[in-house]
């Protein structure tokens, strides 16, 4: 991983995606909905900001004026096309990045704190660390050598793979057990929202 400084937050990045269309979600779009006074996507965003040095936003065209409203201190990458997947998004989100370590966010996950990140970015020591839950590796909330990322990215990308979990399939990373996040950090951590009924669910159960 060369010469990545752990202690610094100006060597780190962090990328949201929050672009999805959230189909199953019935009450517009799913990254501004309220959840303990403030947008699902700030949620996924401010928690970053505290570790990182750079945070990049991608999302769709129409949602950059909603979301500058509501949120402050990043850059928004816009979809350079329309409907080509999260892949597109992170891939032009990647080429703003210049820190040596990123992370990496989803923006229907409001529970991630940044002490989890700090303590991922702190034991970066191959091509990423990623979440691994029952045998399924999660490639959000995670952190990555930034030039691992952005080239298995663009190799999946030249082969038409428009799946985030295909990148993890070929990067040499480290494992952290779901359980043990959950046991460090509660049970909602990695709760992700993808429902009315969901968000209400964690509304009521909180973080």
Known sequence: MGTYDRTSVTTRAGIVLGGGYASRFDEGDKTLADFEGRPLIAHAVEPLQSVVGTVVVSCRAE?????????????????????????AGLDAALQRIEADAVALATADRPCVPSTLYSQIFETLDADGVVIDADGIRQPAPAVFDTRALRGEVQRHRDTGERRLRSILADLDVDLLAADTVRDQWGTSVLTDVNTVAELDRLRRDGC
């Open 63 to 87: 949602q950059v004026e909603a979301f500058e409203r509501v949120l402050d201190d990043v850059e928004f990458v816009p979809d350079p096309e329309p409907d080509e997947g999260p892949l």
